[in-house]
């Protein structure tokens, strides 16, 4: 069938004539599309008037496309610098994934004929890219404690000045909740924490065990405006001593304490409730019913848990993320359906009241980041280095995205370890507002 596309090169030539390089990309980018790519050649495809685009600076940005096509290669050409993004990195992803989903395969042997001869090489990959599954194994089994210690600290342990710049003041690493549209950040961030804890039904004297913690933003807010006594806890290093120093200046070491520390290894129980804030992410598929057992054996008879995390569309979606995520973000990161972690929850100690989505409200937190990331771009990049730094603009951007486009969703479960006698101190109505 002689489609648009093959009328195009039939026309142009393909690569290799007048077109130069960027006539294999043709296909990709039909001439008119909002985006523009440059090649090293100096050749291009796409709009000419386009802001937004994408230049393939060497032919090793062609070769880490070729070699590994998608996201992973996507990534390690523009890690490098390789691939750089020409205006805006999100307005670039945004045009472009919808482009993508129509790319199929005779598309894709077409720029393999195009490109591979001269290009298809291995290279190296960035040393900020680790090793993939199957040779992730020397670190022990997926979710042992100490493959989980690993990959906690890898991404959280980067650098405590590097996520002040791109979390901001609140230093809070999960989905805000914006009470309004026109409210910032740092309002969004405290009205999380406070509906957390008026779902939690906290009250001065009460006991909050926080499993992974993060930085203590919740440990602190729990501590000073409800009066409770908090136990947070951590993986990550650099989040416990950051945390400690904060709730020593702010003046409730009498009240909340951060310790790094496996949430299994927790000893205390009979806590009052428990928070889940983006734990569950790490925690994978087979582990949950474990899990939330573990957590209901912490919390007393009546006690609340709420469980807030990011979860797949569907109950059927693939447990693991993609490679990208896999070796640079979250290493060894599963993500399930709310169906399956409300099942897990029901069968593993807890009776559930209450769900609610905040899917774009998490969008509009990674906005938020993305824009402190490109406002402190210089600093940022020389705290962490320039590669790390690209990882993050990267993976902020294209989660934005996911959630926007509806591949992501974030859920606040509260669930109540019941009596025997079928009590749950729960109140006939929600009390806590949204």
């Keep these: 069938m002689d489609t648009t596309h093959d009328r195009r090169r039939q026309t142009t030539g393909g690569a290799g004539t ?10 990709l980018l039909p001439q008119g599309a909002p985006l523009r790519i ?7 495809a796409g709009s000419p008037e386009a802001q937004h685009g994408m230049a393939l600076n060497s032919p090793a940005a062609v070769s880490y496309l070729l070699s590994a096509p998608g996201e992973l290669g996507l990534a390690r050409a523009y890690v490098t610098g390789h691939l ?3 205006g805006d990195l999100y307005t670039v992803l945004r045009t472009l994934v919808p482009l993508l989903d129509t790319f199929g395969w005779r598309d894709a042997v077409r720029l393999l004929r195009d490109l591979a001869p001269g290009h298809l090489h291995r290279l190296s ?7 993939g599954r199957i040779r992730r194994g020397w670190l022990g089994l997926r979710h042992s404690k100490g493959r989980d210690s690993v990959a906690i600290s890898r991404h959280y342990d980067v650098s405590n000045r590097f996520y002040e710049m791109v979390l901001g003041p609140s230093m809070a690493y999960t989905c805000a909740c914006f009470p309004k549209r026109e409210a910032t950040l740092e309002d969004a961030q405290w009205h999380k924490y406070d509906l957390v804890c008026r779902k939690l039904g906290l009250e001065p004297g009460m006991r909050l065990l926080d499993v992974g913690c993060g930085w203590g933003g919740m440990v602190m807010h729990a501590a000073e405006h409800y009066g409770v006594q908090v136990l947070g806890v951590t993986l990550s290093r650099q989040q416990a001593t950051w945390a400690q120093k904060a709730i020593v200046s702010r003046g409730l070491a009498d009240r909340a304490e951060v310790r790094h520390l496996d949430y299994r290894d927790v000893t205390e129980s009979g806590f009052d409730a428990v928070s889940s804030i983006g734990l569950t992410e790490h925690i994978g598929a087979r582990g949950l019913p474990a899990y939330f057992r573990f ?12 469980n807030h995390c990011i979860t797949r569309p569907t109950s059927s979606a693939p447990h693991r993320v993609g490679p990208f995520f896999d070796r ?3 290493p060894d990161g599963e993500l399930e359906g709310i169906g399956e972690i409300v099942s897990v929850m029901q069968g593993n100690g807890f009776e559930i009241r209450h769900d609610e989505n905040l899917r774009e409200h998490y969008a509009r937190t990674l906005a938020a980041w993305c824009a402190n990331l490109d406002a402190n771009w ?7 280095g320039i590669g790390r730094a690209r990882v993050w603009a990267l993976y902020m951007a294209a989660s934005r995205l996911a959630f926007e486009r509806h591949q992501l969703e974030l859920h ?9 006698d079928g009590s749950s101190g729960m109140p006939l109505r929600p009390d806590w507002g949204v």
Excluded: K, N, W
């Design 18 to 27: 007048e077109r130069g390089l960027a006539g294999a990309f043709d296909t």
């Design 38 to 44: 440059d090649m090293y050649d100096g050749s291009s």
């Design 84 to 86: 750089t993004i020409t």
């Design 125 to 131: 990959p960035p040393p900020e890219e680790l090793v």
């Design 295 to 306: 957590l209901s054996s912490r919390l007393r008879v009546g006690g609340r848990l709420l």
């Design 328 to 330: 640079y973000v979250f």
């Design 378 to 384: 210089e600093d940022a990049a020389t705290e962490a």
């Design 412 to 420: 606040q479960t509260l669930g109540v370890r019941v009596a025997a």
